[in-house]
């Protein structure tokens, strides 16, 4: 995988993880409920899913890309779309749809078998990541390398990034609640965010 293809994948991916969404939700109530070793089992469970999602695309994304140029491009002109798309959604509505439950009630006693398989279904039938893994991955594959290979490189990275995310928004929250509450933070931080997920999708059409 190229240098530059990684950057920028990375770059995409850490926008993405990081603007506030269900799993990010499902942290920071784990953590203002029980306590951090919550928000890790559910984080597992989250990026557990992830990867069962990514496999899917892999599987049925990579034969193609090998096969066919122009479904390559297509995928490519897709996730470009997908990318403006997002930035758009991110600007107009993205701070409306983050709601926090300002319940008072913190539970110490929680099974963590059942906090991990809850993480677990958030990813796991959220279409988002799938439609993710699907269109914005072939916009960094290099076809003169192992299409495969590259799909777990990026999908680790993935994982990754998406548990220290979770984590961190669980920290903060812990000791930071009222910045969440701030409607007009998250507002700021959705358009930020989405003007840039804009200005790549519209760059990646014409690369």
Do not use: C
């Amino acid at each position: 995988m190229d240098l530059n293809n990684y950057v920028g994948y990375l770059i995409v991916s850490v926008l993405t993880i990081t603007s506030p969404g269900a799993a990010i939700l499902l942290a920071i109530n784990n953590s203002m409920k029980y306590d951090l070793r919550a928000v890790i089992f559910s984080s597992l469970g989250n990026i557990l899913g992830l990867f069962l999602l990514s496999l899917v695309a892999m599987f049925g994304v990579g034969v193609l890309i090998k096969t066919s140029d122009t479904f390559f491009w297509i995928l490519k002109i897709i996730g470009a779309i997908y990318l403006i798309y997002l930035g758009v959604k991110h600007m107009i509505s993205g701070h409306k749809e983050f709601h926090l439950s300002q319940s008072n009630e913190h539970i110490r006693n929680y099974n963590p078998q059942k906090v991990f398989i809850k993480g677990f279904l958030v990813a796991a039938t959220n279409p988002k990541p799938i439609l993710f893994f699907t269109a914005i991955f072939p916009l960094f594959l290099s076809p003169n390398h192992p299409v495969i290979l590259q799909f777990f490189i990026m999908t680790l990275t993935f994982m990754i990034i998406s548990f220290i995310s979770l984590i961190t928004y669980g920290f903060v929250a812990k000791y930071a609640k009222a910045w969440f509450f701030n409607d007009k933070s998250l507002e700021v931080f959705y358009k930020i965010s989405g003007f840039i997920f804009i200005m790549m999708g519209i760059g990646m059409l014409f690369l």
